[in-house]
């Protein structure tokens, strides 16, 4: 059974970061690429950055660019995303999957708030 378990999310002012973590409860190189995702009160859910798991290849979204980074541990079956200079508007729950993602596989996600 696949299974994803997102974790690191919380509550961080403006201008600061996170490192969302999301274990894959199996071979995630089966999966060829992985990707992290967000839904937003303004936005259904929308692909944040992905990764491909055999050679590290990474897309960011336009958003995402310069702020996030997408990264994957292959020893602990893990990706990563660092999360830096963060907006209110990066509000959200944060989930990952594969890409593109499919909806058996969608977890309970993390909670992400910016906010003074």
């Known amino acids: 059974q696949v299974q994803f378990v997102e974790s690191g999310g919380g509550f961080v002012q403006p201008g600061g970061s996170l490192r969302l973590s999301c274990v894959v409860s199996?071979?995630?190189?089966?999966?060829?690429?992985l990707g992290w995702f967000r839904q937003t009160p303004a936005q259904e859910r929308e692909l944040v950055a992905a990764?491909?798991?055999?050679?590290?290849?990474?897309y960011h979204s336009d958003f995402a660019k310069g702020r996030f980074t997408i990264s994957r541990d292959v020893l602990k079956s893990t990706i990563y995303l660092q999360m830096n200079f963060l907006k209110p508007e990066d509000t959200g729950v944060y989930y990952c999957n594969q890409n593109p993602p499919r909806f058996e596989y969608w977890g309970q996600g993390t909670s992400v708030t910016v906010s003074e």
């Open positions: 199996r071979r995630a190189v089966d999966m060829y690429v």
């Open positions: 990764i491909t798991w055999s050679n590290s290849n990474t």
